[in-house]
């Protein structure tokens, strides 16, 4: 019963994952429309928010889910006590992501720099260890270290699109308070574009990293 439960969490994760990324590069459309009301542009920010929680929260729930399924599958001889640190700080990371969300926490406020460093720091950690472990310096099988490769990957891509929608805040801001102007609906509508190749590049990633799960080339 646990096997099947980590192993329908682990698909839901990617399930959840790749499905709200592309509800929130659909709803984005909406947002940059000049053809809408600024309620109509309005609530479409405000679902596209929303709907990214659920990347969101599948990004952080990725790698203690991907960890136990590979201890349960026998694939990997982790330590529990290894298993257990990486639920721990996903679960905290978690709270954190959420706790933005959810009080709107402006880009510097002390929450956010600790989800930062937490994305960061995983990142390396799952680089370096990745790396490692194709070049026969660690014990993870060859289709976990390049998804732990692939993971760090998404987690960069994730850092970076925040860096190009950083510009997206004055032109929202201007429009919900005095309304849409030529030059903010072409800077929204230039940001949005800039991230779209990104994020269909997170999409691939998603794929592909399913591909090793199911095909778990040793």
């Known amino acids: 019963m646990l096997l099947a439960l980590i192993t329908l969490l682990h698909v839901l994760v990617f399930v959840y994952w790749l499905g709200g990324d592309l509800g929130a590069f659909y709803t984005s459309r909406y947002a940059a429309d000049p053809a809408r ?10 679902v596209l928010a929303d709907i990214d929680m659920a990347p969101r929260t599948c990004l952080i729930l990725a790698l203690p889910t991907g960890l136990t399924l590979a201890k349960l599958k026998g694939w990997w001889d982790v330590p529990p006590e290894a298993v257990a640190a990486v639920w721990a700080l996903c679960l905290f990371w978690l709270t954190m992501a959420w706790a933005i969300h959810i009080h709107h926490s402006p880009p510097k406020a002390g929450v956010r720099r600790i989800d930062i460093a937490i994305r960061w720091g995983v990142l390396v950690a799952l680089a370096g260890f990745g790396g490692a472990s194709l070049a026969g310096l660690a014990t993870a099988p060859l289709f976990l270290a390049l998804k732990m490769l692939i993971l760090a990957i998404a987690i960069g891509c994730g850092l970076f699109i925040r860096k190009l929608l950083a510009p ?4 929202v801001v201007a429009m919900m308070t005095t309304g849409p102007t030529p030059e903010g609906d072409a800077t929204i509508a230039a940001v949005l574009e800039k991230t779209r190749p990104v994020v269909v590049s997170l999409w691939i990633l998603l794929i592909l990293a399913a591909l ?3 095909w778990t080339p040793a």
């Open 37 to 46: 009301t600024v309620k109509e542009r309005g609530l479409a920010l405000k």
């Open 168 to 171: 997206l805040g004055p032109p």
């Open 212 to 214: 090793l799960g199911l």
